[in-house]
Nanobody
């Protein structure tokens, strides 16, 4: 199992970013996917989940209404669209499934 995140960067408050996670080494379309994040000095926290077929999504309260998780099973990729970003969204973002994590991508929100 391999997960590779990309799409992070630095944005101003109110800006947007779209994260991607390319998966390989397993039957991607059979498994739900998660996004987590870890801010400096804080524990890793769950952000969003999507079922294997994309039919169910769940979000942490802190991101509900601003973030959207989606997936493309033909491309073995899961996405996290992040809108109206806030400084408290600054963190390393990870995708995860099957007890496997990617290396993460840094998101920094600052004016």
């Amino acid at each position: 199992v391999q997960l590779v995140e990309s799409g992070g960067g630095s944005v101003q408050p109110g800006g947007s970013l779209r994260l991607s996670c390319a998966a390989s080494g397993f039957t991607f379309s059979s498994f739900g996917m998660n996004w987590y994040r870890q801010a400096p000095g804080k524990e890793r926290e769950w952000v969003a989940y999507i079922r294997n077929d994309g039919g169910i999504t769940n979000y942490a309260d802190a991101v509900k209404g601003r973030f959207t998780i989606s997936r493309d099973n033909a491309k073995n990729t899961v996405y996290l669209q992040m809108n109206n970003l806030k400084p408290e969204d600054t963190a390393v973002y990870y995708c995860a499934t099957l007890q496997t994590w990617g290396k993460g991508t840094q998101v920094t929100v600052s004016s």
